[in-house]
């Protein structure tokens, strides 16, 4: 196990910092010392998580899919800091539902804030990391190791930035900058708790094995990934049991192919009745910046 690097004086970005994962991880680099930069799309909240941390820290508005403003945004926090070390690639939105029933402009949103955004993301930041040989964490999911139903852009979000981490990682390792992996089950935030106002998600998700059916609690989970940024783990594993599912992901699609169907059968005339559109808080803040700017 690599050495934990102390936090203590290093700059570290985290975008969707407004609430759930984003914002106690900003706390807790924050507690050990690090100065943190707040990106997202609410900047009232924004503004009261940074008067909330104990460093020094400020917060940008930008939508995490466009180029130019994240670009401005990583020059302005380098102005602001004089470094960055560390970025946390973190903002995301879900969608539930079918694929076939399932709004489309919503499920094309999903693969952008997911997977374009944490690309966009790490395009804007990479010089600055390169100066400092700094580490950038692309915060992932269950979902990248294990395709689901009712999850299709999820999943397809989650396990593409996935393989663009770890392409990343190769292409600028030589250049001291590591790059990590953040994996995480159902954790106690607005998108999960978003998610679960569908009935037939939130039964099919009870009904999955042990331990993949609870909910985990937000803080312990955070508490890990704070721990994978100190040591600039290649790989961060928010519940203990997540680094076991590795070992048998080639073996999951066939298996949830065969129960899914069942499942997808005894549910069938319900599933068309759950909400449309992003789901939980964060999915409502990404809609509302959308019609704004349209």
């Known amino acids: ?21 984003g914002e106690l991880l900003a706390r807790k680099l924050s507690a050990r010392g690090a100065r943190v930069a707040l990106v997202g799309l609410e900047p009232e909240a924004l503004k009261e998580v940074s008067e909330r941390l104990h460093t020094d820290s400020d917060h940008w508005y930008a939508d995490v899919t466009d180029q130019e403003a994240m670009s401005r945004v990583a020059q302005e926090v380098k102005q602001r800091f004089g470094k960055v070390d560390i970025v946390v690639a973190n903002a995301g939105v879900a969608a539930g539902g079918t694929f076939a029933d399932s709004d489309p402009d919503s499920w094309r949103r999903v693969i952008e804030v997911n997977l374009i955004g944490g690309a966009v993301t790490a395009r804007a930041f990479l ?4 100066e400092s040989r700094g580490y950038f964490l692309q915060i992932a999911s269950l979902a990248a190791i294990t395709p689901a139903p009712m999850m299709s852009a999820y999943c397809a979000s989650k396990s593409g930035v ?5 392409c990343l990682r190769a292409e600028v390792g030589h250049k001291g900058v ?39 609690p937000l ?24 680094r076991g599912m590795q070992s048998v992901r080639g073996y999951l699609p066939a298996v949830i192919a065969l129960g899914g169907q069942r499942e997808m059968k005894r549910f069938e005339p319900r599933l068309g009745d759950g909400p449309k559109g992003l789901v939980g808080a964060g999915g409502a803040a990404d809609e509302a910046a959308r019609m704004q700017r349209n």
């Not at 050495?3 to 609430?19: C, D, F, Q, Y």
């Not at 803080?219 to 997540?242: C, K, M, N, T």
């Open 1 to 21: 196990m690599s050495t934990r690097r102390s936090l203590e004086g290093r700059v570290a970005v985290v975008t969707g910092a407004a609430r759930g994962v």
């Open 127 to 130: 010089p600055v990391l390169t």
């Open 162 to 166: 996935e393989a663009f981490a770890h």
């Open 178 to 216: 590591k790059v990590g992996v953040g994996y995480l089950s159902w954790t106690d935030t607005d998108m999960v708790r978003g998610a679960d106002r569908n009935d037939v998600m939130r039964e099919l998700r009870g009904r999955l094995p042990w331990p993949a059916n609870r909910t985990y």
């Open 219 to 242: 803080g312990p989970a955070v508490d890990r990934i704070v721990a994978g940024i100190e040591r600039r783990s290649a790989h961060v594993y928010a519940q203990w049991w997540l």
